[in-house]
């Protein structure tokens, strides 16, 4: 089992910055790959970026390119989300998960899923 625990949410002005982590327990963390997935209200959750067990390969949405940054510390059990020039279409509870192994994307084939932290980026 592995319990996820999302911290760093709140309100921010547009063209702000937001450093989101993830906390991990329970099985060993540098097992699997980690990614964030977020959710506006009354739309569906959608894939922001990921970052491989091997810390080797990060994936991103096109929407979160170039101004958002994945990574993990495997020493720390925790894994980050380093948002820049935030927008108001950037607000949304954002969501960590983890997936055994290798990272397939589809929010279906997670394992384990965070509750959540609200961002709310005010224009």
């Known amino acids: 089992q592995v319990q996820l625990v999302e911290s760093g949410g709140r309100v921010v002005q547009a063209g702000g910055s937001l450093r989101l982590s993830c906390a991990a327990s329970g099985r060993t963390f540098s097992s699997f790959s980690m990614g964030w997935f977020r959710q506006p209200s009354g739309k569906e959750r959608e894939f922001v970026a990921a970052i491989s067990w091997s810390g080797d390969s990060t994936y991103y949405a096109d929407s979160v390119k170039g101004r958002f940054t994945i990574s993990r510390d495997d020493a720390k059990n925790t894994m980050y989300l380093q948002m820049n020039s935030l927008k108001p279409e950037d607000t949304a509870v954002y969501y960590c998960?983890?997936?055994?192994?290798?990272?397939?994307?589809?929010?279906?084939?997670?394992?384990?899923w965070g509750k959540g932290t609200l961002v709310t980026v005010s224009s």
């Open positions: 998960a983890a997936e055994q192994s290798n990272w397939s994307g589809s929010p279906s084939g997670m394992d384990y």
